[in-house]
Nanobody, 124 residues
Framework: EVQLVESGGGLVQAGGSLRLSCAAS????????IGWFRQAPGKEREGVSC????????YYADSVEGRFTISSDSAKNTVYLQMNSLKPEDSAVYYC?????????????????WGQGTQVTVSS
């Protein structure tokens, strides 16, 4: 059974940093694409970043490019999202998601497996 468990969310002031973790189990970690998505109240779920655990290639949404960094640790079956220079508009529930093939668009419909989410709140 594929399981994804997010952690690391919390309350931080604008300009601060958080590191989210996505611990994966139940699948061969090195053959997947792992994405981070976020959803704020009243808004659609949007793609933030994605990493291929096969070749390490990464993708970032324009809104987070240069501030967020995605990485993976295959020894720990974990993907991280380092978030720096946080802004109030980054506040949302953050989800990690996985799919067992390359993705060409960071859209929720492209992913089969989802975690339960972790809340990130950035105060101004």
């Amino acid at each position: 059974e594929v399981q994804l468990v997010e952690s690391g969310g919390g309350l931080v002031q604008a300009g601060g940093s958080l590191r989210l973790s996505c611990a994966a189990s139940g699948f061969t970690f090195d053959d997947y694409a792992i994405g981070w998505f976020r959803q704020a109240p009243g808004k659609e779920r949007e793609g933030v970043s994605c990493i291929s655990t096969t070749d390490g290639s990464t993708y970032y949404a324009d809104s987070v490019e240069g501030r967020f960094t995605i990485s993976s640790d295959s020894a720990k079956n974990t993907v991280y999202l380092q978030m720096n220079s946080l802004k109030p508009e980054d506040s949302a529930v953050y989800y990690c998601a996985a799919i067992d093939r390359p993705v060409h668009e960071l859209l929720p419909i492209s992913f089969d497996f989802w975690g339960q989410g972790t809340q990130v709140t950035v105060s101004s």
